[in-house]
């Protein structure tokens, strides 16, 4: 089914939401976006498009509580793939900005999943608010391994912070069959390469407190089961200087892996923010929440 026959099927065209008025669709969008206050809300900024056209009318209730890198992380994207006219598919998409941005710039075709409905919603409004409503399609459904095979092929999947919650917030059984977390991350990554020619992807080490892998491991562990899973690894991410206004990624090859800066993480509670260590040079600084030390991974 394409994008436009599924906005036809849910309501989206002739006298839906692409004809209201703009007015009300932020309405709408202020209502949506101060209603949630769970796990996994406020993580993602807006598009810029819509933040240049739109940002004075966003509820200043609406505020991003993660350390934001979803402009760092596109720019890593776009500077190592040719995101032009692709079909792409994101699992996970919360407030949709990589599938809204990616679509707006690149003249892509993104479809998002994601479970959270008031997100689900707001993303739809965003699309249509900045034009792209016939170019991206979300879609309120959750990405479990038994819907991997379903799921529509395309040129790039993004998953990004997805996998770390599988066998606590998804896939508790499945993951008890599997033998535990990295054999069901081997199993779940080999699944979405039979779905994709390419993938952008990220993952955090904790899940429910405890520690899945160490975070100066995170660069040799996750290499370890993308391979295992037969990804073919074309460009890592690392923010190299962790000064809060140079959160940039550098762009590393496997033949460089050594090269790669590692972090070492810890909570400290006096000052409630995440303690970063670069186990190469013993620098020390402290950020306003984690994610920093997650590598980026760009295969095929």
Known sequence: MTNKEIKKERGFTGGGITTRKKSEQIAELNQLIESINGRFSNYQTFP???????????????????????????????KNLDLEGLNIVEYGSNLGFFCLSIAKRFNSNVKGYEPIAQ????AEIIASLIGVEERVTFLNHSVKMRDINEMDESDLLIELNVLHHSGSIFDQEVMSKCGGWKSYAIERLSAMRKKSRKLFFQTGNMSNGKALFSSQESVDFVSEILRASGWSIQAIGMIANLKPDRLVYGTYTEDFMDTIPRYKCRRDAKTNTVVYKNTKSGETIHLKTGLANRPLWICE
């Open 48 to 78: 810029t498009s819509f933040i240049n056209d739109y940002g004075a009318h966003i509820s200043h209730k609406y505020t991003v509580n993660q350390l934001s890198l979803d402009y760092a992380r596109l720019t890593f994207l776009s």
């Open 119 to 122: 997100y689900c919603r707001s």
